[in-house]
């Protein structure tokens, strides 16, 4: 299957910091990116959808000005968590549809936020 | 709305056969996903189901009845690398997957 990369692949950050998380597709010009966010024992929560070269479309709940995600290239999506807080630790998760075929969802590795 | 079951755990002996069912209710479908997920880690792609009947592939199988609103995941000769949390997904109208908790499976010796 396709190929998606995530970097980093685990930050500690003290509070009130932002943290940059990068989601790229390495084989394949992704239009549509997603990004996710799991707490521990529990389900994937999808928090936004990014479309290349337009705004992303937040889940309810997400602060969209807490959670910036930029989708600025074909193969690149970025989601940077602004003003850290404790309760932001999770695990983040990217995944990118692959347009040749239509319903293929991809997932990076992972990104382990801790907020100290 | 969004609603899709699956039970929260399973515990199966190495070598056996366990199904893992899910059910789901939607007025717009395009299609079943099954994925894989170990602790820590990020969900890996099983099977992907679009039309009714049984998808096999190696040890791992998919079924999907959309009249009923059903599939399941077939995992046969079990083996402990197999003890993960196993995530079932379906597609919505709009291409968004909608998911379930996820069935913790733990395989014993």
């Known amino acids: 299957g396709a190929v998606v990369s995530q970097h980093p692949s685990r930050v500690i950050c003290k509070s009130g910091t932002s943290v940059k998380i990068e989601c790229r597709s390495l084989?394949?010009?992704?239009?549509?990116m997603f990004w996710y966010r799991q707490f521990p024992k529990q389900s994937l929560m999808l928090m936004a959808t990014s479309n290349e070269g337009s705004k992303a479309t937040y889940e309810q709940g997400v602060e969209k000005d807490k959670f910036l995600i930029n989708h600025a290239s074909l193969t690149l999506s970025t989601l940077t968590v602004t003003s850290a807080h404790p309760e932001d630790s999770s695990f983040y998760i990217c995944?990118?549809?692959?347009?040749?075929?239509?319903?293929?969802?991809?997932f990076g590795p992972g990104t382990r936020l801790t907020v100290l | 709305g969004q609603n899709i079951d699956q039970p929260t755990e399973m515990t199966a002996t190495e070598g056996a056969i366990v199904q893992i069912n899910c059910t789901y209710q939607t007025s717009g479908f395009n299609g079943l996903f099954w994925y894989q997920q170990h602790a820590g880690e990020a969900p890996t792609f099983l099977s992907y189901?679009?039309l009714d009947g049984l998808e096999e592939k190696g040890r791992f199988s998919s079924f999907l009845s959309r009249s009923k609103g059903y599939s399941y995941l077939l995992l046969k000769e079990l083996q402990m690398k197999d003890s993960a949390s196993y995530l079932c997904?379906?597609?919505?109208?709009?291409?968004?997957?909608?998911w379930g908790a996820g069935t913790k499976l733990i395989i014993k010796p």
């Open positions: 084989d394949f010009q992704a239009t549509t």
């Open positions: 997904a379906y597609m919505d109208s709009n291409y968004q997957l909608i």
């Open positions: 995944s990118a549809r692959d347009p040749r075929f239509d319903t293929a969802q991809y």
């Open positions: 189901n679009v």
